[in-house]
């Protein structure tokens, strides 16, 4: 019940964060309209960072204390963060090809995001290889944890080497120059993301308990 | 610059569908599930 309530306040957000994205934001000065594009980039890797985190959180739980629920959690944020980074980097490619050119390049923060997507697909995959219930979520959370190691290099990549890409305009250590309608509209879209993920997570973790041979 | 609208709405098309199928998978799978454990 609670996730259905979830849901639905995800598709009201979301509506909002649209018309946000796509009526409210003023056209960006230099890039014009595809910048809207960021409406969605930003948030969406917002999202997974925070889907990874869970993970860590949910694998360090599974190893100190070996309760299935821990690993459930894990997983019911993996698989979604996994969805965000794809979607991330889509349309960061799809902005990137009228702004920069190009689709793609080997830029430290496209490739290290590349290896934080591929990291957490093997996540998933090695969850599907392993049958043992125990050494499944033992493997897994060893994976979690070391993959999220990856999350400050990708989030710092545009400081530590030069980079295409730009440097961040809202988490960085200075005072963010982004005009207020755009700093709401991007807020409006990161909440409404996070929701979204929310209901996501609530699922899969409800899905998860399902699953287990001895549910019900 | 051009507006490169095609762009934005090829952008947001496709995270609408990415994200509108991983919701439909789930709705399914907690569908079939919840039917075996009250076939049990």
Do not use: C
């Amino acid at each position: 019940m609670a996730a259905r309530a979830l849901g639905w306040l995800a598709i009201v957000a979301l509506v909002g964060g649209l018309g946000a994205a796509l009526g409210y934001a003023p056209r960006e000065a230099v890039q014009g309209n595809v910048q809207r594009i960021m409406y969605l980039h930003v948030p969406a890797v917002l999202t997974a960072y925070l889907a990874f985190g869970l993970v860590v959180v949910g694998s360090v739980g599974y190893l100190l204390t070996r309760r299935p629920g821990w690993d459930r959690m894990a997983l019911a944020a993996a698989e979604p963060g996994v969805l965000f980074t794809g979607v991330t980097i889509v349309s960061g490619s799809i902005w990137g090809k009228p702004t920069w050119g190009t689709w793609w390049t080997w830029d430290a923060r496209l490739t290290s995001t590349a290896v934080l997507f591929l990291v957490y697909v093997g996540y998933l995959l090695l969850r599907g290889m392993v049958e043992e219930p125990d050494r499944r979520a033992r493997y897994a959370a060893v994976v979690g944890i070391l993959g999220a190691a990856n999350i400050p290099i990708v989030h710092f990549s545009v400081k530590w080497w030069r980079a295409l890409h730009q440097p961040s305009s809202i988490l960085g250590p200075e005072p963010s120059p982004v005009a207020a309608p755009i700093m709401v509209a991007l807020l409006v879209n990161w909440v409404a993301f996070t929701l979204l993920f929310a209901y996501f997570f609530a699922k899969r973790i409800e899905i998860a308990r399902l699953e287990e041979p001895h549910a019900g | 610059m051009r507006d490169n609208w095609g762009y934005v709405f090829a952008a947001y098309a496709v995270a609408a569908v990415v994200l509108a199928g991983y919701w439909r998978h789930l709705a399914r799978r907690a569908k079939v599930l919840t039917g075996r454990e009250g076939a049990r």
